[in-house]
Every structure is written in structure tokens, then in C-alpha cells.
């Protein structure tokens, strides 16, 4: 079976850090492009960053952009997410996903989602 599953996340102060985790099991990670994902109350879900499968090219949403680093580890099956100089506006729930391209990430062609972690950014 398939599964994705977030660590990390917490409470935190604005300006600190935290590195999120994805553990993937059931596939081997190296042929899949990554993507994660974020929700908060009552908003929609936004995609955040990705990664290749192939060169292991990223992107980042406008947002986080010089904030967030998206990185993967195939030996490990695991894609992890750094995030620093963070801000109240980066509360939500974060999610990875899985799909075979980057442009599939951006598309929306997600086959596997993990279940979520969540982060608070408050003093």
C-alpha cells in the first residue's frame, strides 16, 4: 500500500523555523515528482513547492519563495521541507503528495496524499 506520511510540524515562533518531513512507503520515491501543499481554516488548499523526479528541479509558490526550501532524499524515500523567517500567514495544515511530473504536481494529478501535519506560527 501506498502511504505518505508528514512529520514535523508544531508551534512556532514568527521569524523561527521548522523542517517538515514526508516519509514515503509502498513505491520508491526517486520516479515521482513531490509536492507540498498547505490549508488553512476556512481557506482553499494552495500548493506551496515541488520537486522533480528527474533533476530535481524545485518551485516555489510567491509566498515562500527565499523562505522555504524543498529537498529529497531517495535513500531514505523521504522529501522534506525547511521553512524559515516563518509568519503567521504560514499557519495551515501541510500536505505532500505524489505525482509522476512536476507538471502533474501543478495540475493537480496527485495520486497519493498524506494525512497532514500541522503548523502554528504565533507569539
Known amino acids: 500500500q501506498v502511504q505518505l506520511v508528514e512529520s514535523g510540524g508544531g508551534l512556532v515562533q514568527p521569524g523561527g523555523s521548522l523542517r517538515l518531513s514526508c516519509a514515503v512507503s509502498?513505491?520508491?520515491?526517486?520516479?515521482?515528482?513531490i509536492g507540498w501543499f498547505r490549508q488553512a481554516p476556512g481557506k482553499e488548499r494552495e500548493g506551496v513547492s515541488c520537486?522533480?523526479?528527474?533533476?530535481?528541479?524545485?518551485y516555489y509558490a510567491d509566498s515562500v519563495k527565499g523562505r522555504f526550501t524543498i529537498s529529497r532524499d531517495n535513500v531514505k524515500n523521504t522529501v522534506y521541507l525547511e521553512m524559515n523567517s516563518l509568519k503567521p500567514e504560514d499557519t495551515a495544515v501541510y500536505y505532500c503528495?505524489?505525482?509522476?511530473?512536476?507538471?502533474?504536481?501543478?495540475?493537480?494529478?496527485?495520486?497519493?496524499w498524506g494525512r497532514g501535519t500541522l503548523v502554528t506560527v504565533s507569539s
Open positions: 503528495a505524489i505525482a509522476r511530473t512536476v507538471r502533474a504536481v501543478i495540475a493537480g494529478y496527485l495520486e497519493v
Open positions: 520537486i522533480s523526479s528527474s533533476d530535481g528541479s524545485t
Open positions: 509502498g513505491f520508491t520515491l526517486n520516479y515521482y515528482a
